[in-house]
C-alpha cells in the first residue's frame, strides 16, 4: 500500500508513539490503523521511519554542540523529508532533541 502524505505522518506518529501502546509491536498498531495494508510492507516504512529519527537525531546533536541553530535544525529535518507535516517535523525534532540531550 503506497501511503499517502497523510497516511504517512500518521504511521510516523504510530511509530513513535511513546508510553503504554509503545509496549505493542508497532506492525501491530500500524494493522489496527491501516488494515487493508500488507504486513510485508510494514518493513519498508520502519527502514524510512528510522532514516528520519537518524537523520533528525544527527541535527539534534548538533544543536545539542551549538554547532546549529535550533530553528536551522528544523529546517533541515523538513527540506530533508517534504512528506512531513509541520507538526512531525516538530514533533520528531523535539524526540530526537530529548535523546540527543541524554
Not at 66 to 71: F, R, S, W, Y
Request: aromatic fraction near 12%.
Amino acid at each position: 500500500m503506497k501511503l499517502n502524505d497523510e497516511q504517512f505522518n500518521k504511521a510516523l506518529e504510530i511509530f513513535q508513539e511513546f508510553g503504554p501502546r509503545m509496549r505493542i509491536p508497532v506492525h501491530q498498531r500500524w494493522q489496527e490503523a491501516f488494515p487493508d495494508v500488507a504486513p510485508n510492507d510494514m518493513p519498508e516504512w520502519e527502514t524510512i521511519f528510522g532514516e528520519i529519527e537518524e537523520f533528525a537525531y544527527g541535527v539534534a546533536e548538533q544543536v545539542r554542540d551549538n554547532g546549529l541553530d535550533e530553528g536551522i535544525a528544523v529546517h533541515r529535518i523538513a527540506e530533508r523529508f517534504p512528506r512531513l507535516s509541520d507538526d512531525r517535523v516538530k514533533h520528531t525534532y523535539n524526540q530526537a532533541r530529548y535523546f540527543a540531550m541524554k
